[in-house]
Antibody
Framework: EVQLVESGGGLAQPGGSLRLSCTAS????????MNWVRQAPGKGLECVSY????????YYADSVKGRFTISRDNAKNSLYLQMNSLRAEDTAVYYC??????????????WGQGTLVTVSS | EIVLTQSPATLSLSPGERATLSCRAS??????LAWYQQKPGQAPRLLIY???NRATGIPARFSGSGSGTDFTLTISSLEPEDFAVYHC??????????FGQGTRLEIK
């Protein structure tokens, strides 16, 4: 069974930092690209970052570029999101999601339960 | 950047009725569109990919159609467990992906 478990969320002050982790099991983690997707309270979903299976390619949404860094450790079946210079608008539930192969490309197919990040003074 | 607009924002129906949800893209995404179901406190669940293909384990009452800029998710006969929020998502410029704002399907 595919499982993704996020951790590391919590309360941070504006300008502060947090590091999110996502631990994967039930599939060969090193074969799949991964995403971080967030959902602000009462809002829609936003993909903030992506990393390819071998860490060669990464993507960041404009809203987090220069502040967030995605990484992965395939030996530990783990995905990370280092979040610096946090802002109130970064408050959201953060999900890690696997990029499953469909029709020659990818869709986020399995998602974790999410970890809540609250940025407030 | 492609913008996805979902309508209606809220849809009120009764169990057994047919639900039709719409997703419109600001420019063509061909058939690079997915639908997700999200229940309160839960992660999204992939229902449909490439506009019309059901993901593994998804019941046949869920179907997707459309191409270009206009897409539809149809639930043929609503079951009590189908009341949730539905999101569309495009991947035409993977890894940049965008989501619609969601349609809430509630019990009438």
């Amino acid at each position: 069974e595919v499982q993704l478990v996020e951790s590391g969320g919590g309360l941070a002050q504006p300008g502060g930092s947090l590091r999110l982790s996502c631990t994967a099991s039930g599939f060969t983690f090193s074969n799949y690209p991964m995403n971080w997707v967030r959902q602000a309270p009462g809002k829609g979903l936003e993909c903030v970052s992506y990393i390819s299976s071998g860490s060669r390619n990464m993507y960041y949404a404009d809203s987090v570029k220069g502040r967030f860094t995605i990484s992965r450790d395939n030996a530990k079946n783990s995905l990370y999101l280092q979040m610096n210079s946090l802002r109130a608008e970064d408050t959201a539930v953060y999900y890690c999601a696997r990029g499953g192969p469909y029709g020659g490309s990818f869709y986020p197919d399995y998602w974790g339960q999410g970890t809540l990040v609250t940025v407030s003074s | 950047e492609i913008v996805l607009t979902q309508s209606p924002a809220t849809l009120s129906l009764s169990p057994g009725e047919r639900a039709t949800l719409s997703c419109r893209a600001s420019q063509s995404v061909s058939t690079s569109l997915a639908w997700y179901q999200q229940k309160p406190g839960q992660a999204p669940r992939l229902l449909i990919y490439d506009a019309s293909n059901r993901a593994t384990g998804i019941p046949a009452r869920f179907s997707g159609s459309g191409s270009g800029t206009d897409f539809t998710l149809t639930i043929s006969s609503l079951e009590p467990e189908d009341f949730a929020v539905y999101h569309c998502q495009e991947r035409s410029a993977w890894p940049r992906i965008t989501f619609g704002q969601g349609t809430r399907l509630e019990i009438k």
